[in-house]
């Protein structure tokens, strides 16, 4: 059994080696499980990319993919789970926030349950109430809007079986929520509870987090398309109920209408709601846009790894698992995708 390990690499060069040493002795604890660690550099503006192909020099069971510039945490995952080839997957940031020992906790609760995830949900959240408020109220939304079970509180480390890691890669959208794919992708999961580590600044800041959750919705949900069209048949029936009260009362009764005031506050406040729901068809219709051109969602400079000891290094092209998303536009397209290219180096 191999135990493959995907962490995304961005500001993480300090906790490289640890993430490593800490990986690989948590899976030997493990009787009969080989590892595998594949780190994806997404363009970090720090050495990490330089640490992880000096592990990868000495050690023939890492893999390092060098994207050609920054795509995001959610396409680097994807992309590392591209190259994963174990029998199981672990999914871990490497700023250590996560403990790599989870490993062995989440094994023996796939083994103990059968399921074919299992992930961690922190018991304590550690950053300020308005992060906590905005991360509550940003999961009540989307299981109102999408119909959704996300759950709140879960950390990116998970433990997956090969069938749901082969589900997962079956998703070919360009603009990646990767936590909605999770939900979506259905087999069983299991929580399990963790106490999560804050040891590094979150490189989400509000206006990212804002985009995300924008993001997350419109990928997930068709709902507010539909509370759009409830809205305007509503404001249709008050308008046209409106206006058959104000002829009715003229005519009967004579009243002039009045009120410039009330008519130019209707007149923003109907302006205002015609612009927002225009920004939400607009938002869903850029998705359409960005979908329909068949941009890769990620670009590999280059795979690094050593070959096993005793082969002379060569350079070739490997194979992934989904031909469109990741490979160059003239490379051949087998059933598992195709990355740019491969250099192995010396061990």
Known sequence: MKISVVSPLYRSAPYIDSLYRRCVESIRSIDGAEYEIVLVNDASPDDGVTVAKRIARRDPNVIVVDLARNYGQHRAVMVGLEH?????????????????????????EMARSGCDVVYGVQTHMKRGAAYRLGRGLFFRTMRVLSGATFRENTVSARLMSRRFVDAVLKFKEREIFIEGIWDMCGFSQMPVNVAKYDRSPTTYTLPRLFSLAINGITSFST????????MGVAMCIVAFTYTAFIIIDNLLYGNPVEGWSSIMAAVLVIGGLIIFCNGIM??????????VKQRPSAIIKEVYHAPPRGEAP???HVAGTNPDRYSAPDAPRPERPETVSLKRLDA
């Not at 999914?91 to 926030?97: G, P, Q, R, V, W």
């Not at 709902?223 to 409830?230: E, K, M, S």
């Not at 607009?282 to 979908?291: C, Q």
């Open 314 to 316: 060569q350079e070739s």
């Open 282 to 291: 607009a938002v869903y219709l850029a998705k359409v846009f960005i979908e």
């Open 223 to 230: 709902r507010p398309l539909i509370a759009i069209a409830i």
């Open 84 to 108: 994963a080839s174990g029998d199981l997957v672990f999914a871990i940031d490497a700023d250590l926030e996560d403990e790599p020992e989870w490993i062995v906790r989440f094994y023996e």
